[in-house]
């Protein structure tokens, strides 16, 4: 059974703080991906990274920045968080190449800036 | 800019009927529509894709069409029941992206 997880379903931290939001997947997958959720804007892109190493700034990268040092392993920075950060954040995965495959994702982490 | 909208943020059906969400897009040529649930508190969860060039895809009490001259997606639940109540997302990729953009999914409650 294919997985993604996150390192925390609920996180709390205080604005300036460094955070730091971790995504594992077990499926071997050459692309992932971050996003946050927030009602009435729907799912954004913040990166993804297609490679070990490799990445590609979203629909929304102000503010954050990310890792890949293994391919089953991506991070989500936030350098200094602030207020508007308080969201939900998903990570995904999928395949490379093969473009009907869909995008597993993770349960989330409900992230609140204070 | 790319838009994608569904048609409501929140839809009641009663019970045992077929319940439509729609999935509207503009300044888009997707190749690929994707269908999602997602549960309060959960990530998304992949129903159905369908391509540019197929008007109709079935998966038991599920079916998506495909009409890209109005830029429209339509996805029926048959026989609705409680269970089926979630938010129900559309996402669009392009050939050569991995991308995929989404709505801002429609809230489905199903009345018993």
């Known amino acids: 059974d294919v997985k993604v997880t996150q390192s925390s379903r609920y996180l709390v931290k205080r604005t300036g703080e460094k955070v730091f939001l971790e995504c594992v997947q077990d499926?071997?997958?050459?692309?992932m991906f971050w996003y946050r959720q927030d009602p009435g804007l729907g799912l954004r892109l913040i990166y993804f990274s297609y490679d070990v190493k490799m990445k590609e700034k979203g629909d929304i990268p102000e503010g954050y920045s990310v890792s890949r040092e293994k391919k089953e392993r991506f991070s989500l920075i936030l350098e200094s968080a602030s207020t508007n950060q308080t969201s939900m954040y998903l990570c995904?995965?999928?395949?490379?190449?093969?473009?009907?495959?869909?995008?597993?994702f993770g349960p989330g982490t409900r992230l609140t800036v204070l | 800019s790319q838009k994608i909208e569904q048609n409501s943020e929140a839809l009641n059906i009663q019970e045992g009927k077929t319940a439509t969400l729609t999935c509207n897009y503009t300044n888009y040529s997707p190749a690929y529509l994707q269908w999602y649930r997602q549960d309060p508190g959960r990530g998304p969860v992949f129903l159905l894709l369908?391509?540019?060039?197929?008007k109709e895809k079935r998966k038991e009490r599920l079916k998506v069409t495909f009409d890209t001259t109005l830029k429209q997606s339509l996805f029926h639940i048959t026989a609705s029941q409680p269970a089926d109540s979630a938010t129900y997302l559309c996402?669009?990729?392009?050939?050569?992206?991995?991308?995929?953009?989404f709505g801002t999914g429609t809230r489905l409650t199903i009345i018993p």
């Open positions: 369908i391509r540019e060039n197929e």
């Open positions: 996402a669009l990729s392009n050939f050569g992206n991995e991308k995929l953009t």
């Open positions: 499926m071997d997958h050459e692309n």
């Open positions: 995904a995965s999928r395949r490379t190449g093969m473009f009907t495959d869909t995008q597993y």
